[in-house]
């Protein structure tokens, strides 16, 4: 009998083995696109507002988003979260599998995830932005990456570690924003270098007031 996969497991192990390593690696190889996107993101979020982070990593991005505004960060793994709670102590973080977090419906202005979508088996991509846009106020926008490619695979050596990766694809994933009840506001394609895999699509997605 095959062994059966347990992919948040594999992902949470792999990010705590990771730790502070990740950060420098991912600077490394996708620094312009991110500080493309986050300058997009940044630009829609008014100071006050309530900010929801799905996969906060060591909570270098944080830092910016909880400027201003009050901030809570989620990862999966526990080093990710003691991390995020250094670089950014001014926000809120929890130790949560995104997949079954459960926020009040209306709490928040924007829903930020970076890199942190291909990492969600395929299967449960469309009930997590289904539950993101459930937890967006009315007018408020979902800033997120995803994979380009479709399918569930596990990695054997990500930054040194074995890994988990998940999609549904490019139009899939259009797809379900749209039938949760979002409004794309922008969508891009973007290729980095080699070693962020085969680059992601790059959405922000508006609740429509």
Known sequence: MSKR??????????Y?????TYRPWADASDAETRRWFLSEVLARIPGGSDVLELGCGPGVDATLLAQGRRYT????????????????????????????LDRPA??????????????????????????VFAWLRPGGVFCASFPLGSGDTVEENFIGVPMF????????????????GFVLELLETRIDTAAVRSGFLWVIARKPA
Not at 16 to 20: F, P
Not at 83 to 96: D, W, Y
Request: glycine share 12%; hydrophobic share 40%.
């Open 5 to 14: 996969i347990d992919p948040k497991r594999i992902v949470r192990e792999g």
């Open 16 to 20: 705590d083995q990771i730790g502070a």
């Open 73 to 100: 960060g989620v990862d999966l793994s526990p080093r990710m979260i003691e991390l995020a709670r250094t670089n950014a102590p001014s926000g809120t973080f929890i130790e949560h599998d995104l997949v079954t």
């Open 106 to 131: 209306d709490s928040f202005d924007a829903v930020v995830s970076l890199y942190v979508f291909g990492h969600i088996p395929a299967d449960e991509h469309g009930p997590c932005i289904r539950r």
């Open 165 to 180: 990766f998940g999609g549904i694809g490019t139009q899939a994933t259009q797809d379900g924003l749209r039938a949760a």
